[in-house]
């Protein structure tokens, strides 16, 4: 069975630090991806990783994947108060388009 | 132009009661998805479908019964809801195989039972 963990779950920042949330999974995948949640909200993608070695930047955030430590993580640069959110972790399940999750990351940043 | 739009947004009902969230999507995805997520946020796969065909069918009681009447609407019908069905239900479709590069979520169906 297919386990992802997400740690740290909380983590309360001051603005301009820098941070890093991982992600690691239990068996093979084809595929990890980030989102992000804000309070109420749906959930929006951030990146896509699908090999092993991959990196993805979009402003302050960088992801990487190492499939053959299964690990993912979502790096964090000079974090501002605008990215506090919740941020998840999910995998996909190989061949079956299915996405186990991991528990999420409470990110608060304060001015 | 809302990629995957659900309705209600907030649904509050009564135990026992028999309940519909609708979920369409114009992207042209063959493929659609209930998710549940928690009080503490947890998120969990429900059902697939695939071009209307259930490919996806996790342990969850068969008071939940979703339907597809085209590949475009995928909808969840909830019997007899108890106090423990409360949780934000989001929709999501994918288009698998070649050109798959990730899932889009509906808004969210916060249901509530009381």
């Known amino acids: 069975e297919l386990k992802v963990e997400q740690n740290p779950l909380f983590l309360s920042m001051q603005e301009g630090k820098n941070y890093t949330i991982y992600c690691n999974y239990s068996?093979?995948?084809?595929?990890l991806y980030w989102y992000r949640q804000d309070p109420g909200k749906s959930l929006e993608s951030l990146f896509v990783?699908?090999?092993n070695g991959a990196v993805k930047q979009e402003g302050r955030l960088m992801a990487s994947l190492d499939t053959k430590a299964r690990l993912s993580t979502l790096h964090i640069t000079a974090a501002v108060h605008d990215l506090s959110a919740t941020y998840f972790c999910?995998?996909?399940?190989?061949?079956?388009?299915?996405?186990?999750w991991g528990a999420g990351t409470k990110l608060i940043i304060k001015p | 132009d809302t990629a995957v739009s659900q309705t209600p947004k907030y649904l509050v009902t009564q135990m026992g009661n028999d309940k519909s969230i609708k979920c369409e999507q114009n992207?042209?995805?063959?493929?659609m998805y209930w998710y549940k997520q928690d009080s503490k946020k947890f998120l969990k796969i429900m059902f697939s479908y695939n071009n209307k065909e259930l490919i996806i069918n996790e342990t969850v009681p068969n008071r939940f019964s979703p339907k597809s009447p085209d590949k475009a609407h995928l909808n969840l019908h909830i019997n007899s809801l108890e106090l423990g069905d409360s949780a934000v239900y989001f929709c999501a479709s994918s288009r698998p195989g070649q050109g798959h590069y990730g899932y889009t979520f509906g808004s969210g169906t916060r249901l509530t039972v009381v």
């Open positions: 999910a995998v996909e399940v190989a061949g079956n388009y299915q996405l186990i």
């Open positions: 990783l699908l090999s």
């Open positions: 992207l042209g995805h063959d493929t």
């Open positions: 068996t093979t995948s084809d595929r």
